[in-house]
C-alpha cells in the first residue's frame, strides 16, 4: 500500500510566482491535512479537508493561500506571489473515516524555497 | 485540544529503554493521547496512541496515568535511528475532529 504521496518534493520559485504543492492521500482516505513547518519550528496546522469541502481552515493565511481537495486527483495547496517568508516545508497527512480514532498518516513533505 | 509539556530535549544509551514524558493535565474525557516522531525533517511519523489503558506495538510502549494528566512513551531498545524529535499531542478521537497541534516535542538524541 502507498503511503501520502507529495510532489514535488522540493519547489524553488522567485518572489511574485505561483507554487502549487500536490498531496495524494493514503488509498480509501477521505481526509486531508496541510501542515507547514518553518525552519528550526514545529509544524503548524493550516487546512483540513475532505472531498470538495474545506472543514477548517484556521491555520491558512487569510491572503494569497488556497487549497482544495477535488472529488477526482489529489490535493492541492496553492500559494500566489509567493514571498521569502513562504520559505519552509509543507506536509500533508491523511486519515481514514473511523469513528474510534483519527491517526494522521504524514507524506514526505515539499520543501519551498523562495528566492 | 489540551496543551502538552514535554522536555525539550533527552539523551539516551544504545540499547537501553527510553523513557519520553508528556504532561497534558487539561485532557477531556474523550481525548486521545498520540504520539509521532520527526527523523531529520522528514514526514513525522506515527508512533501509537491511547485513551485510558497502556498500549504496546511494536515501536513503543504508552504509559498512561490512572488520572490521565500524563503519560510516558517507552521506546525499549533505543536505536541510532530512533534519534528524532517526538511529540505528544492530544486530541479527540473522532475523526472530523481535524487538526493536530503539535508543540516543541522533545529532541531524543540516542548515543552509542
Known amino acids: 500500500n502507498a503511503g501520502v504521496m507529495q510532489n514535488p518534493r522540493h519547489l524553488v520559485r522567485r518572489r511574485g510566482q505561483e507554487a502549487r504543492l500536490r498531496c495524494s492521500p493514503v488509498?480509501?482516505?477521505?481526509?486531508v491535512y496541510w501542515y507547514r513547518q518553518l525552519p528550526e519550528e514545529g509544524l503548524k496546522f493550516m487546512v483540513y479537508?475532505?472531498?470538495?469541502?474545506?472543514?477548517?481552515e484556521s491555520g491558512m493565511p487569510k491572503e494569497r493561500f488556497s487549497a482544495e481537495f477535488p472529488k477526482e486527483g489529489p490535493s492541492i495547496l496553492r500559494i500566489q506571489q509567493v514571498v521569502r517568508g513562504d520559505s519552509a516545508a509543507y506536509f500533508c497527512a491523511s486519515s481514514t473515516t473511523s469513528v474510534v480514532y483519527n491517526e494522521q498518516f504524514f507524506g514526505p513533505g515539499t520543501r519551498l524555497t523562495v528566492l | 485540544d489540551a496543551k502538552t509539556t514535554q522536555p525539550p530535549s533527552m539523551d539516551c544509551a544504545e540499547g537501553r529503554a527510553a523513557n519520553l514524558p508528556c504532561n497534558h493535565s487539561t485532557i477531556s474525557g474523550n481525548e486521545y493521547v498520540y504520539w509521532y516522531r520527526q527523523i531529520h525533517s522528514q514526514g513525522p511519523q506515527y508512533i501509537i496512541h491511547g485513551l485510558k489503558n497502556n498500549e504496546t506495538n511494536e515501536m513503543a510502549s504508552l504509559i498512561i496515568t490512572e488520572d490521565r494528566k500524563s503519560s510516558t512513551l517507552i521506546l525499549p531498545h533505543a536505536t541510532l535511528r530512533d534519534t528524532a524529535v517526538y511529540y505528544c499531542i492530544v486530541r479527540v478521537g473522532k475523526t472530523n475532529a481535524g487538526k493536530s497541534t503539535f508543540g516543541d516535542g522533545t529532541t531524543l538524541t540516542v548515543k552509542p
Open positions: 479537508l475532505q472531498k470538495e469541502n474545506i472543514i477548517d
Open positions: 488509498k480509501g482516505h477521505s481526509h
